[in-house]
């Protein structure tokens, strides 16, 4: 579906995508995650065909969008990271103008709003303005555009950020649904559950590269062990001395301001032998290694602007 060799973006001096490569199949739901300035934005934009690239190879819908962006951007749906509705008229009418633009018949697009909005769960909300509605509608709203035009593909960059729990959930459903219809999905998110749930495979960037690719179980069980013990130490505690306390009794220590973490292969195993050496914190708990345990040691806990 999408295909992409030593894709390279450069603004003047800058590298923002340095040379990455990564093939997307059809029906597959694939990711990008990073933290801010990674790469994301810039590789989604290329995808989509509203920034050329600089350097390198990419096809989408076996087509160069160098030479074929009119039609590939006919055949795929944008979720922006920002919402870009027309505030001023109704939900019906945002979807009826925005089917235009595909030279869609009034007829066709009357149909398929109606389908959409009962999709998103908007059929009551028709007539209403946009201006009022609350960000969860508005960013269903943006999806259910996205899909007027029947795309095979659908980007979506940071599809439910500032949304609640309940919205957020209720997108992840409708996305699950349009997999499950062989939409293939291309997603960025900073949520780390998102991408579990969501993703059947991701790439994880840094500095503009990749620096990781596979499905969520397969980074997991490739950088990081089964298992975390999370130690929260008081907070006149010394949290490099009590790392070094810990540094026998796990694969990987990693001293936090306010706690220690030791990853682990047998939690309950670790954490018997740490008390039973004489280790005290205020709590000490086992969990499972997460996919944000991998983000977090392959780019870092230092805030990048």
């Known amino acids: 579906m999408i ?16 040379g990455i490569e990564f093939e997307i199949a059809p ?13 994301k934005t810039s590789t989604m934009r290329m995808i989509g065909c509203v920034s050329p690239r600089t350097g390198g190879e990419l096809h989408v819908l076996g087509l160069d969008p160098v030479e074929h962006g009119p039609e590939i951007r006919a055949r795929i749906g944008v979720v922006p990271q920002e919402d870009n509705l027309d505030t001023e008229l109704t939900v019906w009418d945002n979807l009826m103008i925005y089917g235009r633009y595909f030279d869609l018949p009034r007829a066709e697009i009357r149909e398929r709003a109606t389908e959409l909005l009962e999709f998103v769960q908007l059929s009551d909300r028709r007539d209403s303005r946009v201006d009022p509605l609350s960000g969860g509608m508005k ?10 035009n ?9 599809p439910t950020t500032g949304l ?15 997999k499950r219809s062989g939409v293939t999905l291309v997603l960025t998110t900073h949520y780390m559950d998102e991408a579990e749930q969501l993703c059947d495979r991701l790439v994880i960037m840094d500095n503009a590269r990749i620096v990781a690719e596979g499905s969520p179980r397969k980074l997991i069980a490739d950088n990081v062990t089964r298992e975390v013990v999370e130690a929260r130490l008081s ?7 009590e790392a070094a306390r810990l ?6 220590i990693e001293p936090l301001a306010d706690r220690v973490l030791v990853y682990t292969d047998d939690g309950d195993a670790t954490m018997n032998a740490a008390i039973a050496d ?6 000490m708990f086992v969990r499972r290694a997460s996919l944000e345990d991998v983000f977090l040691i392959l780019t870092g806990r230092t805030l990048e602007d």
């Open 150 to 158: 029947r795309p095979e593909a659908l980007l979506l960059d940071e």
């Open 139 to 148: 960013r269903r709203l943006t999806i259910a555009r996205s899909l007027i």
């Open 247 to 252: 540094e026998r009794f796990g694969d990987r």
């Open 164 to 178: 609640d729990p309940q919205a957020r959930h209720l997108l992840w459903d409708r996305l699950y649904q349009l």
């Open 235 to 241: 907070i006149d505690a010394d949290a490099a001395a």
């Open 27 to 39: 029906g597959e739901a694939f990711g990008f995650l990073g933290p801010n300035g990674a790469g």
């Open 278 to 283: 004489g280790f005290e914190a205020d709590t």
């Open 3 to 18: 295909e992409a060799r030593a894709l390279t973006k450069r603004f003047g001096s800058f590298v923002a995508v340095d």
